[in-house]
């Protein structure tokens, strides 16, 4: 892989990964070399333009350390389609930023699914994390959410085609999942078993999160063998975690494991 700077048709850099595919990213590089350098861990079909990721990007500048936001294969600016996709593929590019991008130690900061691929992350690279600050952490979804929400007649479908639209109140036409990150998935599930990831792991959630129920962030603070963890509660708060009252704590939690 060859991590040189060239330039994605907007203003992000590109990764490579094999001939042909990338993974775009943006980097702020400041000066404080003293404080981990975060990495953003976006979720499920999003990108890195989103509001958690330009927030943390905003409060890294203000604190003078450096920031890493990028886009998994099949998302946002990066090559490749999202339906061929999958958790170990993911994880893949978490682990490829690590690797190449980032420098010395690094807080993992996921959102959604992004909280199931830094615990992924931690195991693979102990030396690397510093910390894990999770929002609305995802554990296992494409198991413990996904296909244990489908109804027979879905998974039916599923195993028929080998791809199935799921709705979201936040794509009119829902999410396509496909029978590869179901079966795929299953060789990556944390939460059946002890986790052995002894940093710091902060999770925030909403307590009305409709998307992605509390209890699997609580789960995951249990299964971490590490005794440094909290899990905050934000009373009415929903799924995205972009209000004043969330972010805050966010910013408090950064403050406290830099």
Not at 168 to 186: A, K
Request: hydrophobic content about 35%; glycine content about 10%; some cysteine.
């Amino acid at each position: 892989m060859n991590n040189s700077p060239l330039k994605c048709p907007t203003s992000c850099l590109k990764l490579t990964r094999g001939h042909q595919d990338f993974i775009a990213y943006n980097r702020l590089d400041k000066k404080n070399k003293k404080l981990p350098e975060v990495l953003f861990l976006g979720g499920f079909k999003s990108d890195m333009s989103g509001t958690k990721a330009t927030y943390l990007e905003k409060l890294c500048d203000e604190r003078g350390q450096t920031y890493t936001r990028f886009d998994y294969f099949g998302h946002g600016e990066s090559s490749g389609t999202f339906t061929d996709g999958t958790i170990g593929g993911w994880l893949s590019d978490v682990l490829a930023m690590i690797d190449e991008v980032v420098e010395g130690p690094v807080i993992l900061i996921g959102s959604s699914m992004g909280g199931w691929l830094m615990t992924l992350a931690a195991l693979e690279r102990p030396d690397r994390i510093h910390a894990l600050l999770g929002i609305a952490a995802a554990p296992d979804f494409t198991e413990e959410l996904i296909w244990a929400g489908l109804t027979d007649q879905g998974r039916k479908e599923l195993l028929r085609q080998g791809i199935y639209q799921t709705p979201s109140q936040y794509e009119n036409e829902g999410f396509p999942i496909t029978l590869q990150l179901i079966e795929e998935g299953r060789q990556h599930l944390v939460l059946p078993k002890s986790i052995a990831v002894n940093c710091p792991v902060h999770l925030i959630h909403g307590a009305a999160d409709q998307d992605v129920p509390w209890m699997l962030s609580r789960r995951l603070a249990r299964r971490v063998k590490s005794t440094d963890v909290t899990l905050t509660l934000i009373k009415n708060g929903d799924h995205r975690l972009n209000t004043p009252l969330a972010l805050g704590r966010l910013a408090s939690l950064l403050n406290e494991v830099s």
